[in-house]
Structure formats: structure tokens, C-alpha cells
């Protein structure tokens, strides 16, 4: 079963992208490299709950 996570800005925190990310006893937060355009530089993104 997948879910939609939401990514966060590490940075400034804007919410700029949503992703689906499987829910299987995952225990860590996504996180990936995304650009930000509040930023204007490629941050890291980490999953929101």
C-alpha cells in the first residue's frame, strides 16, 4: 500500500512537493534532493507528517 508523502524544505520549510512512498514498517523520513525555488538551490527535502 503507498501513501503520499509530503516533502518539506530543510532550509525554509516550504512545502514543495508530494511524492507516493510506500508505508511498509518503514521507520525512517524520505528524504531527497529537490530544487527549491524559495531557495533558489537545489536543498535537501524531508518527508512531513
Given at each position: 500500500?503507498?501513501?503520499k508523502?509530503?516533502?518539506?524544505?530543510?532550509?525554509?520549510?516550504?512545502?514543495?512537493?508530494?511524492?507516493?512512498?510506500?508505508?511498509?514498517?518503514?521507520?525512517?523520513?524520505?528524504e531527497?534532493?529537490?530544487?527549491?525555488?524559495?531557495?533558489?538551490?537545489?536543498?535537501?527535502?524531508?518527508?512531513?507528517?
Amino acid at each position: 500500500m503507498t501513501k503520499k508523502a509530503v516533502l518539506a524544505c530543510s532550509v525554509c520549510g516550504s512545502r514543495n512537493y508530494s511524492t507516493a512512498a510506500s508505508s511498509q514498517a518503514r521507520e525512517e523520513r524520505l528524504e531527497l534532493k529537490k530544487y527549491c525555488k524559495t531557495c533558489n538551490a537545489s536543498t535537501v527535502h524531508k518527508e512531513t507528517r
